[in-house]
């Protein structure tokens, strides 16, 4: 969901100084005269109605019948009741906060005070199909496409319990970033079990929720971190589902807790509608909520029973739906590029971004399952090729040669250049390593002429997983076909 991550701060529950100045100059009445003042202020706030003397008589409690918790978290609960019929929720708030935060040991009056305060928002019946998907295209403020994100979500079995699987895929052309989340969540509740989130820049982290707590683990790290919260929490990654549940109307106003595990932190996310707007997207035409957070991102939620997220703002990036459809498990994708098309595998996703005017040469990227490769097919006309380049593989050399220029340690496998055949095409292929920093790629580029266009295909990916993506490559290779 949420690609910028903000940390903040929870404030602490409320310390009452002056409660305590008191104290520390007077010494603790006895329980007994505590649950008289308590009686009384009930008597004060719920017979005679004078709210602000019931307060003062319920602090008083508070003060003085701090050796008896239960009193005390009561006087301190009914505070809280006496703001709230005040019409003053923000002070109603602070002291339900503060019976949690101050009397451990009242359990039950916790239970109240929790039950009080903003915690899971009431969600509606699920809105998507099972295996729906919301394709996304990711553009600057001028214009310029610079992504492509997915959001599905579907039933799982795991361990014969039923679970709500969110996954989301994320490639930002621009920077060459991919991303890769998953999360799996409680049918009922929607409360996250376990989630895996990977991400080309900023890491790698698995997470196993439990009550009130989850437990991160994260690449480089050598301990596990674990964060404690108090009532429910959602993971970042499942948020764009949570959004598309919320009972949203204009002026609704919530507070979610919110944990996203690349930067094993809490962060207690605020959201408001602040008015409905109709979008006219690529996908369709759509009244929405416009549901704005407090860490300067914003969504749109359509008004009608599917709830579709129809945009996403945020980060000077704004993201438009192109496509709403349906996956199937083990489904392969036709994919219709320009000058070619393939056949994806399953969970391979495709995107070529679109155009405000006709380019000569057209790219188009290849999301894998985890966002583990760089892989992207670049056609051109075979004329324009052809000028420069008799045969795939001097083409190919030549790109090679400009690859090794640009790269580190760049070195060629044995093998060296090897003329294949690929849809009834001569094809050049090449596989190489090179270094990216202290780490090692390795990549394999395919160049191949078709009757009028010519393609270059190149998938990159860490030295220690490319070979097992190795079939799944040959698969799209396969099914290639160019014009």
């Excluded at 039950?115 to 199909?129: D, R």
């Excluded at 002026?251 to 962060?267: F, R, S, V, W």
């Amino acid at each position: 969901m949420l690609r910028n991550t903000f940390t903040q701060i929870r404030p602490l529950g409320l310390v009452l100084l002056a409660y305590g100045l008191i104290a520390a100059l007077g010494l603790p009445a006895t329980a007994a005269t505590a649950s008289e003042l308590l009686e009384k202020a009930i008597y004060t706030e719920e017979s005679v109605g004078d709210l602000d003397k019931a307060i003062q008589t319920y602090e008083k409690v508070v003060v003085e019948g701090k050796d008896a918790q239960n009193v005390a978290a009561q006087a301190q609960f009914r505070i809280g009741t006496c703001y709230a019929k005040l019409g003053k929720t923000e002070e109603s708030a602070k002291a339900f906060q503060a019976v949690i935060d101050n009397y451990p040991q009242a359990i039950d009056w916790i239970a109240r005070a929790k039950s009080q305060l903003p915690g899971s928002p009431e969600l509606l019946p699920v809105p998507w199909g099972d295996g729906d998907e919301l394709i996304f295209e990711m553009k600057l403020a001028n214009g310029m496409s610079v992504g492509h994100q997915v959001f599905r979500v579907g039933k799982v079995e795991k361990e014969g319990r039923t679970m709500w699987e969110c996954n989301a895929w994320q490639s930002v052309v621009l920077n060459n970033m991919a991303g890769k989340s998953r999360v799996l969540a409680d049918y009922k509740t929607f409360a996250p079990i376990e989630s895996q989130w990977k991400h080309s820049l900023l890491g790698n982290s698995k997470a196993t929720f439990g009550k009130d707590q989850v437990t991160i683990n994260m690449v480089g790290k050598d301990k596990p971190i674990t964060l404690k919260y108090e009532g429910p929490a959602y993971d970042n990654e499942q948020g764009a589902e949570l959004f598309r549940r919320l009972p949203l109307k204009a002026g609704y106003k919530t507070e979610i807790n919110i944990i996203p595990i690349l930067t094993a932190t809490q962060l207690p996310l605020g959201l408001h509608v602040s008015k409905l707007e109709t979008l006219d997207v690529p996908a369709g035409k759509f009244e929405c909520f416009r549901l704005e957070l407090n860490i300067g991102q914003t969504f749109w939620i359509s008004n009608d029973s599917h709830r579709y997220i129809v945009r996403f703002e945020g980060g000077g990036v704004i993201a438009d739906l192109t496509e709403v459809r349906k996956s199937k498990p083990n489904q392969s994708t036709p994919l219709k590029g320009e000058r070619f098309k393939a056949i994806l595998p399953s969970d391979w996703y495709a995107y070529t971004p679109s155009k405000s005017e006709k380019k000569i040469r057209s790219k188009t990227w290849l999301i894998d399952p985890a966002a583990a490769l760089s892989s992207r097919v670049e056609a051109s006309p075979l004329e324009l090729i052809k000028e420069k380049h008799g045969s795939p593989h001097a083409w190919l050399k030549a790109a090679l040669k400009g690859d090794s220029k640009r790269t580190k340690d760049f070195s060629l496998h044995d093998k060296g250049i090897e003329m294949v055949t690929i849809g009834n095409r001569e094809a050049a292929v090449a596989t190489f390593t090179f270094l990216d920093g202290d780490k090692s790629k390795t990549g394999q580029e395919i160049a191949l002429f078709g009757d009028s266009s010519a393609i270059n295909l190149r998938f990159l990916g860490s030295s220690d997983e490319f070979e097992k993506w190795q079939p799944e490559i040959e698969k799209i290779l396969a099914t290639l076909e160019i014009e």
